[in-house]
């Protein structure tokens, strides 16, 4: 298995799935958000996904079978200020990863989609069915690779699942590895880092149409996103096909919620302070699961708020300094 963007946080986890399920993985990433720390018994290529001659190379050379390509970046607010930079790595990377398989003759695909593919939510929960209609940068790159990954597998027999994943939470359970995006922008890590004495959480928005004022949202444990993977893989498309799954637990948590969890565990308060919305965020984003339970057998080991919560605070305890310094254990 080849895993471009290996050495990132869901990367690193599925990775590590992976090896638990007996596959022989190869990250190729070029660390420009992940970590050498977080890739343990994995070969490593250093490469670019935009350099498809670096990609084709190392499908030979490691008689690659199958390509979960996560290389990305997933910045929504970057994406405003760079949709250039950003076509050009989401969109022009899996392009590039997507030609040298065709090239190599490899044949399967996981692809890491987003719950921006959706934009604003017309029904909840969110089915694979869906429209489509991203209302950032960042979610258009993620569909236009949706987009083209039909015509890939019609004309090079690809077969290719997209995995659409909700907003991937807390940090593998033996707390070897852990969330460590610099700088973060995830709603729990920064819940813990304003606890801990960091900065106040900036909390977007108290004024939305929900029970408390703030936005729904679906968390997912890593290690159960990293499940889907080793479930996807084992599926048999139809060849030449694209399989669409989301990946979410079916179950919104306000903002008020998730610092209300993270106060418990962490026994401490979390400082806060009311912030105005920002653009594009919808009230309520959460995800139907019944056709990955269905199709794929997917079951969530850690659904509950408070497993992702204890996870990513145990990780953030013993890693101060997240991957940096040599102090992941
Ligand atoms: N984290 C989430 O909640 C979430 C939600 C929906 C979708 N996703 C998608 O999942 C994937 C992984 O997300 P993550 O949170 O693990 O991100 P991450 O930033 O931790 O990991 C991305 C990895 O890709 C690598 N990378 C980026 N561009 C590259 C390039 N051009 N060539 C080689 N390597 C490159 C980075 O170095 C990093 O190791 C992304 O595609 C993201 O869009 C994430």
Redesign the pocket.
């Known amino acids: 298995m080849l895993v471009?963007?290996?050495?990132?946080?869901?990367?690193s986890h599925t990775v590590k799935a992976l090896g638990a399920a007996g596959h022989h993985v190869i990250v190729?990433?070029?660390?420009?958000?992940?970590?050498a720390q977080a890739i343990r018994r994995a070969a490593v290529v250093v490469?670019?996904?935009?350099d498809g001659d670096a990609v084709y190379r190392a499908l030979v050379e490691h008689r690659v079978t199958a390509v979960l390509h996560?290389?990305?970046?997933?910045s929504v607010a970057d994406s405003v200020r760079d949709p250039a930079g950003y076509y050009a790595?989401?969109v022009g990377?899996a392009l590039s990863v997507l030609g040298a398989m065709a090239r190599a003759s490899v044949r399967v695909l996981v692809f890491?989609?987003?719950?921006?593919v959706y934009g604003r939510p017309v029904e909840t929960p969110i089915s694979e069915d869906h429209p489509t209609q991203p209302i950032n940068p960042y979610g258009e790159t993620?569909l236009a690779v949706e987009r083209a990954l039909p015509y890939f597998c019609r004309a090079y027999g690809l077969e290719a699942t997209s995995l659409r994943?909700?907003?991937?939470?807390g940090a593998d359970p033996d707390g070897t590895l852990g969330e460590d995006?610099r700088p973060e922008i995830?709603l729990i890590p920064r819940a813990i880092e304003a606890a801990l004495g960091g900065p106040a959480l900036d909390v977007f928005g108290e004024d939305y149409d929900t029970p408390d004022g703030t936005c729904l949202r679906d968390y997912v444990h890593v290690s159960d996103v990293a499940d889907a993977h080793v479930l996807a893989l084992g599926a048999r498309n139809e060849p030449a096909s694209v399989m669409v799954f989301n990946v979410g637990n079916a179950r919104p948590h306000s903002v008020r919620e998730v610092i209300a969890v993270v106060e418990r565990v962490a026994r401490r308060p979390v400082p806060w302070r009311g912030a105005p919305r920002r653009a594009g965020d919808p009230a309520v984003l959460y995800a139907s699961n019944a056709k990955i339970s269905r199709e794929l057998g997917w079951t969530p080991r850690f659904a509950d708020l408070e497993s992702m919560v204890e996870t990513a605070w145990r990780w953030r305890r013993d890693h101060p300094h997240g991957y940096q310094n040599g102090s992941a254990s």
């Open positions: 471009t963007g290996g050495a990132g946080y869901i990367g190729f990433d070029n660390f420009s958000a992940g970590h490469g670019d996904v935009c996560f290389a990305a970046w997933l790595n989401n990377g890491s989609s987003t719950a921006a993620k994943y909700f907003n991937a939470a995006h995830h």
